[in-house]
């Protein structure tokens, strides 16, 4: 073999170790980074007052405590049935206490008592977050309220971007009354190749074991189900949304906002006119 050759041959192994060490399931850190930076709370005022009453938790995840909070509104203000609702939300891949408090404050306004909490290496919680500990995590969230009397009926999943998928992992694994499904990605593989163009050049067997599928996770029989999408939303494709509506199914429904991007939301009026149905409906 000549030394042309042989260099030619070093150069293609190089390039293919390179290639497979930089692959997500490889680099799982660099890819975590990507999708869970951490980001503190800039700010984290209680949402206290004479209306709503707070009760603060702790509940164990595997080896860590996480914080949780139940918002609940006073009876004396809200009086209709769906107060008796206790609505688990799942933030997105930079939320923290304070980002999870003003979809608290939105929600609220549903007349549902709220539960929130922030996964393990979000925010200012301890430990560090992969796609594992994050599915953990929500099961140990739900768990929690459940241990505080909240009855399977009693409880709707409601999960935002990165959260819409661990919301529906989670009402795959327990009883919910329903679940609502805002801003998020039918399949984590496909919406890291559209963040990151480069991770196209990768197959599937090259991405973490657990790809955090939302359409794997709405089986069939699933609990109602409401979709709810921006048109505009630029960080993760509105096709997402008629692709899990499509493979959910009977007993869903599916909600495009005109004008609606992937933040703001819940400032819609729309936006609360929809929830509020579907609460009343479950």
């Avoid at 190089?14 to 997500?24: H, I, N, Q």
């Avoid at 692709?243 to 599916?254: D, E, H, I, P, V």
Wanted: with cysteine; net charge positive; hydrophobic share 40%.
């Amino acid at each position: 073999m000549s030394a042309r050759t042989r260099a030619a041959c070093v150069a293609i192994l190089t390039g293919v170790l390179l290639w497979l060490g930089l692959s997500p399931r490889l680099a799982q850190f660099f890819y975590q980074l990507a999708l869970m930076p951490r980001c503190k709370s800039e700010t984290a005022e209680s949402a206290n007052s004479a209306e709503i009453m707070v009760q603060k938790t702790k509940f164990r995840s595997g080896e860590l405590m996480l914080n949780g909070e139940v918002y609940t509104p006073c009876q004396h203000v809200y009086t209709s049935a769906r107060s008796q609702k206790l609505i688990v939300y799942f933030g997105g891949r930079r939320s923290n206490r304070a980002k999870n408090l003003i979809r608290v404050q939105a929600l609220l306004n549903t007349g549902a008592a709220v539960f929130t909490f922030t996964y393990r290496g979000f925010g200012e919680e301890k430990g560090h977050a992969s796609v594992d500990s994050l599915l953990r995590d929500g099961l140990a969230a739900y768990d929690a309220v459940k241990r505080m009397g909240y009855k399977p009926a009693q409880i709707v999943l409601y999960g935002e971007s990165l959260g819409a998928t661990v919301a529906a992992y989670v009402s795959s694994k327990r009883n919910v009354s329903g679940v609502i499904l805002q801003s998020g990605f039918a399949s984590l593989e496909v919406q890291m190749k559209d963040m990151i163009p480069i991770l196209r050049v990768y197959p599937r067997c090259l991405f973490p074991k657990h790809d955090l599928s939302t359409v794997q996770s709405i089986q069939p029989g699933h609990s109602p189900l409401l979709i709810m999408h921006g048109d505009q939303d630029s960080v993760v494709d509105k096709k997402h949304a008629h692709w899990m509506a499509k493979s959910a199914g009977q007993n869903t429904r599916l909600i495009v906002f005109e004008g609606a991007g992937h933040v703001g939301v819940h400032l819609r009026d729309d936006w609360l006119a929809a929830v509020n149905e579907f609460i009343e409906s479950l």
